[in-house]
């Protein structure tokens, strides 16, 4: 990807999300001890492997989808997950008890039937005092499809799931606000219709505009992302 075109993506907020996500994640796996037994669960093409060099790297995926799905939503195109360590279903892995210092999964609960065999699964893997790292989307579109169970989770979702399983939440953070997820989606609206063939098409792109210029305007956001945000971010302990 050109510079030009990554600084247009960042300007317009599509970027927002991904970038907000993987700063606090750069920050959260830095602060973890060298060495520690890392288990990146759902880890399709590595792309948090170079955040993890300073760990014992294990990645983990069920390897099935290949980039075009059944073609319908958002799709990569391409997706290789050739390097993965452990080729297995999330809530089957084939590790013995407490065998991980940290489990980390980032973007991939809305991928799953069942999130709550992962947690489970997880919670089976963590050694007591061991960190749990997780993302996932509060609203989303339909992307891998057919491999897209959920549009999202709430904090509620988190703090009723948790603690059930042992878990001790040490940080929940939104990521991003209503704001910031508008703004995507209206920057979005021109690419959606023309996707969809949608009549006025050049209306969309006046739309955005007007949005791209409210959206550079200050303003007191007050904690809007009580209202909607583009996910949470979950770092957890095992407590036994």
Known sequence: MSKLKKALLHISGLTTNENLRQAWLAKTLSQLPSGSRILDAGAGE????????????????????KGTGDTKGLQTGTWNTDAIDLVCDISNIPEPDCSFDIILCSEVFEHLPDPLKALNE???????????????????????????????????????????????????KANGDWFSLLRQELMRLPRVA?????????????????????????????QSYELACFGWHVLASKTH
């Open 194 to 222: 023309s996707d969809y063939h949608i009549t006025l098409r050049p209306f969309t792109y006046i739309l955005s505009g007007i949005a791209f210029l409210y959206f550079l305007l200050p303003r007191n956001r007050n």
């Open 46 to 65: 590595l792309r948090n492997k170079a955040l993890c060099k300073h760990l014992d790297y294990v990645s983990q995926d069920i390897c099935e989808y």
């Open 122 to 172: 997880f919670s089976r893997l963590l050694k007591p005092g061991g960190h749990l790292i997780l993302t996932a989307p509060f609203s989303s579109l339909v992307h891998f499809a057919p491999y897209h169970f959920a549009t999202g989770f709430s904090r509620y979702w988190y703090e009723h799931h948790l603690p059930l399983r042992s878990f001790q939440i040490d940080e929940l």
